[in-house]
């Protein structure tokens, strides 16, 4: 089993930046065993779709939308994630959850509202 806890978001103006964070916990076995960190996000009355992604071997992937703009980075002994945001457009406000999959298991946090205003 894997926790997570989010932090960092917020409200933020178009433009400004804001990091996320997320730190997971739980059997030291299913820690060891994380091979993938990453981030999604939902927007109001969409569906929830992927930020970005990195892998144990530090292969990142990020969607179309926030390339350039945002970066994914990992802790170490893979226990936090982060996600720093710059440029931040009003199109990037929605709810972001923290995503760990481990020994083919999906893990979520609970989810921390990012808000930009235009």
């Known amino acids: 089993q894997v926790q997570l806890v989010e932090s960092g978001g917020g409200l933020v103006q178009a433009g400004g930046s804001l990091r996320l964070s997320c730190a997971a916990s739980?059997?030291?076995?299913?820690?060891?065993?994380?091979?993938?960190m990453g981030w999604y996000r939902r927007a109001p009355g969409k569906e929830r779709e992927l930020v970005a992604t990195?892998?144990?071997?530090?292969?990142?992937n990020y969607a179309d939308s926030v390339k350039g703009r945002f970066s994914i980075s990992r802790g170490n002994a893979q226990k936090t994630v982060y996600l720093q945001m710059n440029s931040l457009k009003p199109e990037d406000t929605a709810i972001y959850y923290c995503n760990v999959v481990s020994r083919g298991a999906d893990y979520w946090g609970q989810g921390t509202q990012v808000t930009v205003s235009s």
């Open positions: 739980g059997s030291i076995i299913s820690i060891f065993r994380i091979s993938v």
């Open positions: 990195i892998t144990s071997g530090g292969n990142t």
